[in-house]
Each structure stands twice: as C-alpha cells, then as structure tokens.
T-cell receptor, first 115, second 111 residues
C-alpha cells in the first residue's frame, strides 16, 4: 500500500492563480480531510469528507473548494490564490465504522508558496 | 469538541521518561483522548488513544485521570528521535476525519 499520496510536493503560484492539490489513498478509507499548517503553528482543518459525495467545512474553509467523487480521491482547489494561503497542506485519511482504529494517516505534505 | 491545554514546550534527558501533560476539563462522556506527534515538517503520526482506562502500546502509555479532566502521555525511555511536537486531541469516537489539532507541546530530548 502506498498510503496517502499528495501531489505536488512543492508549488509556487502567483496571486490570483488557481490550482488543485491532489490527494489519493489506497486503504479504502471513508474519512478524508485537508489541513494547513503555517510556520510555527499547529494544523488547522480546512475541509473533510465522511464518504464519497459528502463533504463539510472545517475550521478555515474560506478560499478552498473540495469534492469527493470517489472513495480514493479528495482534491483541494484554490480558486484564486492569495499570499495568506502560503502554507504546508496535509491530506489525511481514516477508516470508519468497524474498521476504525483511532488512527489518522497523513500524507507527506504539499508546500505551497503564493507570491 | 472539547478543548485541550498543553504546555508549549518541555525538555527531557535522553533515556529518561518523558511525561507530557494535557488538560481537557470540558471533555464529555463519549469523547476520547488522542495523542499525535509531528517530527520536524513531516505529517503527524498517531501515537495512542483512550477513553477512561490507561492504555499502553509499543510507543507510549496514556494515563487518564479518574475524572477524565486531564491525561499524561508517557514515553518511557525517550530518545533523540522522540524530539517532536506532541498534540493532545479530544474528540468523539470514529471522528478521525475531523480531528482538531491545537498548538501542542514541543518536546526536546537532550543528550
């Protein structure tokens, strides 16, 4: 199993550009979520999904869109990038129901710089 | 979800036990205590979780007070590789997708 895979690992954008951060997991997990981490700060939840077709907002959803068309994929879209969105983005997944172990599995992160 | 309070930083000597406290005085009856750690800029790593009984695994032990208002994560023999930020999180069971991370405790293990 590859676990949680994020692409790209690094990206530089100009203000106003749009882009999509990709996240894929091969563990058949129902839960998936996106976090951002600013320098010296803890993780903040952006959006999460409890299954295909279901998404909800986290702590800091403004400026981001998500969709969940398949169990495996949970892309994060930046509609119009702003310097305040410069951050490291982490995708995570977790089993649910009888398969829940209490563990949230994280990707390696995507480092985004908006100029 | 209940909030948690952790000291911002702690030091520990290599080979000694590291005891990381967490206060969660507003925890509700069906909420669990989860511990994660983040080494440098990697993605957080799950350590352990519990409801009211003490828990132990290959990485650490979790001691939860009887009133459940606080807990302690114990790394029995800290090594330099345990230097990391440790997060204490309170959440309902089966809430893995939307855990709310606070600021955590930065543990420095020193030779």
């Amino acid at each position: 199993n590859a676990g949680v895979t994020q692409t790209p690992k690094f990206q530089v954008l100009k203000t106003g550009q749009s882009m999509t951060l990709l996240c894929a997991q091969d563990m058949n997990h129902e839960y998936m979520s996106w976090y951002r981490q600013d320098p010296g700060m803890g993780l903040r939840l952006i959006h999460y999904s409890v299954g295909a077709g279901i998404t909800d907002q986290g702590e800091v959803p403004n400026g981001y869109n998500v969709s969940r068309s398949t169990t495996e994929d949970f892309p994060l879209r930046l509609l119009s990038a702003a310097p305040s969105q410069t951050s490291v983005y982490f995708c995570a997944s977790s089993a649910t129901g009888t398969g829940y172990t209490g563990e949230l599995f994280f990707g390696e992160g995507s480092r985004l710089t908006v100029l | 979800d209940a909030k948690t309070t952790q000291p911002p930083s702690m030091d520990c000597a290599e080979g000694r036990a590291a005891n990381l406290p967490c206060n969660h005085s507003t925890i509700s009856g069906n909420e669990y205590v989860y511990w994660y750690r983040q080494i440098h800029s990697q993605g957080p790593q799950y350590i352990i979780h519990g409801l009211k009984n003490n828990e132990t695994n290959e990485m650490a032990s979790l001691i939860i007070t009887e009133d459940r208002k606080s807990s302690t994560l114990i790394l029995p023999h800290a090594t330099l590789r345990d230097t990391a930020v440790y997060y204490c999180i309170v959440a309902g069971y089966n809430q893995g997708g939307k855990l709310i991370f606070g600021q955590g405790t930065e543990l420095s293990v020193k030779p």
